[in-house]
């Protein structure tokens, strides 16, 4: 059964920095690409990032270049999210995912989904 449980979410303030995990079981890890998904309040869940099974490749959206990083560490079956100069607008819900497929490079939506930890940004 694939499970992906994601910690490190919390309140932080405009400029801080978070380093979010996504522990995955159920299958083995390293066959697999990962993703980050986010959706804040009144918009559509949007991606994040995506990171090859190998961890050689990593692909962002152009509006999320600059301030995230994708990584993962196989020997642990864990991905992680670093996210540096935290925005007001950051604030969302953050979803680990296994995309079901890709599309010129990033995820589509679908697969398997853990179930979100919260990132507020304010001051």
């Known amino acids: 059964q694939v499970q992906l449980v994601e910690s490190g979410g919390g309140l932080v303030q405009p400029g801080g920095s978070l380093r979010l995990s996504c522990a995955a079981s159920?299958?083995?890890?390293?066959?697999?690409?990962m993703s980050w998904y986010r959706q804040a309040p009144g918009k559509e869940r949007e991606v994040v990032a995506v990171i090859s099974g190998t961890g050689g490749t990593t692909n962002y959206p152009d509006s999320m270049k600059g301030r995230f990083a994708i990584s993962r560490d196989n020997a642990k079956n864990t991905v992680y999210l670093q996210i540096d100069s935290l925005k007001p607008e950051d604030t969302a819900v953050y979803y680990c995912?296994?995309?079901?497929?890709?599309?010129?490079?990033?995820?589509?939506?679908?697969?398997?989904w853990g179930q979100g930890t919260q990132v507020t940004v304010s001051s």
């Open positions: 995912n296994r995309p079901s497929r890709l599309k010129s490079g990033l995820p589509i939506e679908g697969g398997y």
């Open positions: 159920g299958f083995t890890f390293s066959n697999y690409a």
